[in-house]
């Protein structure tokens, strides 16, 4: 197996402490690659970073349309999110209007990905339900669309369940790959992952970015599903994080999505192009600093300093002196 | 720089979903490689896998005698610990014995290093203190050694200061590194961290699993802090941690620390070996993985499937469905 180039180390005082070592390839819409570096044919599991295709999948099956979803549910049917108040509300709000609570849910129960609310959370001796789970959104996403095709909830996480047959059609259409065929295994929240080329999901990305490339009912589903996410960025992930920050500050133009262990994928819907992006040993700072480097690689950011956090995280003590810093490295980059 | 292999990888359903590439050494008392893989020549932090180097310093000063310490403190100054109520009350009663209270802590706040730990502590309501730090025993042997030295305790933290100035001649003895030239950066706790060879730690713990090899001195404060460490695991950590279950697990034949980003070392006294260990990216879990599996290749874990659980963790859903595992691989390994 060829060795993927580092793409992020850690600098603590005078050395590397840590580097961090990757594959990502940006493509346009035309099939054509932009840039890749690393092994980018290497099959990965996009997990969460799949989301926007999933939620295609449910707005595309007209179930969004008949039950009248909002785009701020089509954002959180896209959201890994925080399981703050305001997506937990939108959630059982979303729930009670197919006359169901969140019990019905099979996401299973977990802390707030981000610290603060999960430690708040805890303090203010609050229990924790399906609805706080990151992925309680592409959840009731399913359930939805288990309604709307008129077929029992239960087991929808199951990969024979209708609905996941349904989606993965629509996986297929827009990644490019034969399912059966593709490595499979069951993510956090239960549902099925599938195995991919980091190619092809950098390529699906670009599809979403310029949709007229699709069919136009998928066409139609992409350009909704990218609209949503434009317009509620904080449902995709919450205060704090990535992919919210990156969405918002960016205008839209560029729409990031995390998988768990060190995935991105992103849509630049302006520009018509698709990014997709692993650390092979799935660290997510260390993803979302390679994103940003590769997004100022291409001149994809605004002259703002806004983006430094970002780009160049720095390494604190608990006194909170910096120390140090997370960077992304070009000198191991060829294209 | 050369590529080091693959140590560990996650699998999750049909195929290796990350990996992690790193560095390990087996040595013996005489500086004899029995196995090294990867650059074992790469400087690395050993971060908190220093702290029983560290202690033997206060030992070696006379801080330890002049003070009465117990094995219970002693192993507390080598530990990084939970924070857990029983860690945080040892802690509080040494100040007390010396006249002070947690606040002379330099080392800030942070939450515990175990979740459940953490989250119990918020749902308690429960403000974290200096105390409360995983390193919060170092310090504190910092301090006495302060102390003892009869020099102000302020900056105890800071590399000038005479009692890091005392424990570096000590690491110069046991780790054979020239301190004045070797990269240098500071710790999460703010103490100093110092850059070695890989190698370097592993023949430091070789020396100290058979502290014959020392002076006079050393070699006994090396055989205190040996056996507090032997008497007293759950001090090392805490509940549900590693270091503390393959220290105990082992009756004391196997003294694992951990360091922050990646890093093990271990005494085996038996032996008379050391081990050092670091993971490129720096993961905690996999480092243990890789530690595990070292240990096992040399045949120094009994046969008992209580190990099976550090050696090859489950990945599992939020419902608790096991979908994957850490391994060890040998694969790459060519002595």
Wanted: charged share 20%; aromatic share 6%; net charge negative.
């Amino acid at each position: 197996m060829a060795v993927n180039p580092i793409l992020v180390e850690v600098i603590r005082g005078d050395m590397v402490e840590s580097f961090f070592r990757g594959a990502y390839v940006v493509m346009d819409t035309n099939g054509q690659v932009i840039d890749a570096v690393g092994n980018v044919e290497r099959e990965i599991y996009p997990r969460s970073a799949l989301k926007p295709v999933q939620a295609i999948g449910m707005i595309e099956s007209g179930a969004a349309e008949t039950f009248h979803l909002s785009l701020a549910e089509i954002a959180l049917a896209c959201a890994s999110h925080n399981g703050e108040d305001y997506h937990v509300h939108l959630i059982n709000k979303w729930l009670a209007r197919l006359g169901l609570t969140c019990e019905v849910l099979e996401c299973g129960i977990h802390a707030s990905m981000d610290k603060e609310t999960a430690f708040a959370l805890a303090r203010q001796g609050r229990d924790l339900t399906f609805a706080h789970n990151a992925c309680s959104g592409k959840h009731t996403g399913f359930i939805t669309q288990a309604l709307h095709l008129g077929v029992p909830i239960e087991n929808y996480t199951h990969i024979d369940h209708p609905v996941q047959q349904y989606v993965n059609r629509v996986i297929e259409d827009i990644i490019e790959i034969d399912i059966k065929e593709a490595p499979k295994g069951i993510d956090g929240c239960q549902v099925p992952v599938i195995g991919m080329p980091l190619k092809n999901l950098a390529q699906g990305m670009a599809k979403l970015a310029h949709s007229q490339s699709l069919g136009p009912v998928l066409s139609q589903a992409a350009q909704t599903m990218v609209v949503a996410l434009q317009t509620h960025p904080g449902l995709i992930a919450g205060t704090g994080r990535f992919c919210s920050a990156i969405t918002q500050e960016s205008k839209g133009k560029i729409i990031a999505k995390m998988g768990a262990d060190g995935v991105f994928a992103a849509i630049l819907p302006e520009k018509g192009w698709g990014i997709a992006l692993k650390i092979d040993d799935g660290h997510l700072k260390a993803a979302e600093v390679a994103l940003m480097g590769v997004l100022k690689k291409h001149h994809l950011l605004s002259q703002d300093s806004a983006w430094d956090h970002w780009a160049s995280p720095p390494v604190r003590t608990w006194n909170h002196q910096t120390v140090g810093e997370f960077s992304f490295i070009a000198k191991d980059l060829k294209k």
